[in-house]
């Protein structure tokens, strides 16, 4: 691995628990040889900054949550030219590694390094979303959530105490609890299989990879190389009892049998709320709390990712029993 890394670590991740990774993840890089630097982020914000600045890697690690792959991620993506990005790596040692898990790679920190020296080359694709408190766009790796799944998220962060899943599975009871009502939101599909979509909704996910929260396999055959954007959401008004049962199907995977809960594929997405607000993340990293219309679309190809490409036959195993 004839290659300059650079391994950009958030200490705050996994609750301040990532930077004891460290000294390992240096073990195995000066065992193997490997010319490498390493550098601490000092805050939000750091991580891109540090991606977009770093010249003459060809390989740049993100070791941290989906927060830290997200900057490192908008960080590549804001360089000059598509051939001034370095390839994307990713050591996840975050709470909930849905991006990580997409890729195949596996959690201990080890084994994903051995990733890192061994993995292939793979093209990855990014979403941007275009709204709230990103008028120029925010780009995202694995998916992004609004309505019901941001508000978990945000009462999840809150909850510094619980590891993990159960971060979310706290939040998701605590705003079951709450319950507020379901925005009535308009979806427009400029060259997807639909056209348009009026309806209320309490939780929307628009998906580049398969997986978030830790648990809910929100598009469980989805594929982050396809040049397409998986939705998923429910569309209609859900009592309380019928959101806690979608949610259970999330955990399997097997919300397609389900009539409240719509699932397209497409290019490009515009979601515009004509009643309420929508509140939204990007991987973790919030959008907007009532925002008016969200754009998002597709970018296929346009990182490289070292990558395990064995996931994609678990994927495959999805579409074959479940259906696409």
Same mark, same amino acid.
Request: net charge negative; proline share 4%; charged share 25%.
């Given at each position: 691995?004839?290659?300059? $890394?650079?391994?950009?670590? =958030?200490? +705050?991740?996994? #609750?301040?628990?990532?930077?004891?990774? %460290?000294?390992?993840?240096? %073990? $195995?890089?000066?065992?193997?040889?490997?010319?490498?630097?390493?550098?601490?982020?000092?805050? @939000?914000?750091?991580?891109?900054?540090?991606?977009?600045? %770093?010249?003459?890697?060809?390989?740049?690690?993100?070791?941290?949550?989906?927060?830290?792959?997200?900057?490192?991620? =908008?960080?590549?993506?804001?360089?000059?030219?598509?051939?001034?990005?370095?390839?994307?790596?990713?050591?996840?040692?975050?709470?909930?590694?849905?991006? &990580?898990?997409?890729?195949?790679?596996?959690?201990?920190?080890? @084994?994903?390094?051995? $990733?890192?020296?061994?993995?292939? @080359?793979? @093209?990855?694709?990014?979403?941007?979303?275009?709204?709230?408190?990103?008028?120029?766009?925010?780009?995202? &790796?694995?998916?992004?959530?609004?309505?019901?799944?941001?508000?978990?998220?945000?009462?999840?962060?809150?909850?510094?105490?619980?590891?993990?899943?159960?971060?979310?599975?706290?939040?998701?009871?605590?705003?079951?609890?709450?319950?507020?009502? &379901?925005?009535?939101?308009?979806?427009?599909?400029?060259?997807?299989?639909?056209?348009?979509?009026?309806?209320?909704?309490?939780?929307?996910?628009?998906?580049?990879?398969?997986?978030?929260?830790? %648990?809910?396999?929100?598009?469980? +055959?989805?594929?982050?190389?396809?040049?397409?954007?998986?939705? /998923?959401?429910?569309?209609?008004?859900?009592?309380?009892?019928?959101?806690?049962?979608?949610?259970?199907?999330?955990?399997?995977?097997?919300?397609?049998?389900?009539?409240?809960?719509?699932?397209?594929? +497409?290019?490009?997405? #515009?979601?515009?709320?004509?009643?309420?607000?929508?509140?939204?993340? &990007?991987?973790?990293?919030?959008? /907007?709390?009532?925002?008016?219309?969200? #754009?998002?679309?597709?970018?296929?190809?346009?990182?490289?990712?070292?990558?395990?490409?064995?996931?994609?036959?678990?994927?495959?195993?999805?579409?074959?029993?479940?259906?696409?």
């Amino acid at each position: 691995m004839n290659q300059r $890394v650079h391994v950009i670590l =958030n200490p +705050a991740a996994d #609750h301040g628990q990532a930077l004891k990774h %460290a000294s390992q993840i240096e %073990a $195995v890089l000066d065992r193997e040889g490997i010319r490498y630097e390493m550098v601490l982020t000092q805050g @939000s914000g750091h991580a891109l900054e540090l991606a977009r600045q %770093a010249v003459g890697h060809s390989l740049i690690v993100a070791a941290g949550g989906d927060g830290t792959v997200n900057e490192v991620v =908008n960080g590549l993506m804001r360089r000059s030219g598509e051939d001034e990005r370095p390839e994307l790596g990713v050591i996840p040692i975050g709470r909930g590694n849905d991006f &990580a898990y997409s890729l195949g790679v596996p959690h201990d920190v080890g @084994s994903a390094c051995d $990733v890192l020296l061994k993995g292939g @080359s793979h @093209s990855l694709d990014v979403g941007l979303v275009i709204g709230g408190y990103y008028p120029d766009g925010r780009y995202f &790796a694995n998916g992004i959530g609004i309505g019901f799944d941001t508000l978990v998220g945000l009462e999840a962060a809150k909850a510094t105490w619980i590891p993990g899943f159960l971060g979310y599975l706290y939040g998701a009871l605590k705003m079951l609890f709450v319950y507020p009502r &379901a925005p009535l939101v308009r979806i427009e599909f400029p060259r997807g299989e639909h056209d348009e979509l009026l309806t209320r909704s309490h939780q929307i996910s628009v998906m580049n990879g398969r997986r978030m929260g830790g %648990a809910f396999y929100m598009a469980p +055959a989805g594929r982050n190389n396809d040049g397409l954007l998986d939705l /998923c959401m429910t569309n209609r008004e859900l009592s309380r009892g019928k959101l806690l049962a979608a949610m259970m199907q999330y955990l399997k995977g097997s919300q397609g049998r389900n009539p409240a809960i719509f699932g397209s594929r +497409a290019e490009e997405i #515009h979601i515009r709320a004509e009643e309420g607000g929508l509140a939204c993340h &990007a991987d973790g990293e919030t959008v /907007c709390i009532e925002g008016r219309e969200l #754009h998002i679309r597709c970018l296929p190809g346009a990182l490289r990712v070292r990558r395990d490409g064995g996931k994609d036959e678990q994927v495959k195993d999805h579409e074959d029993n479940e259906g696409r």
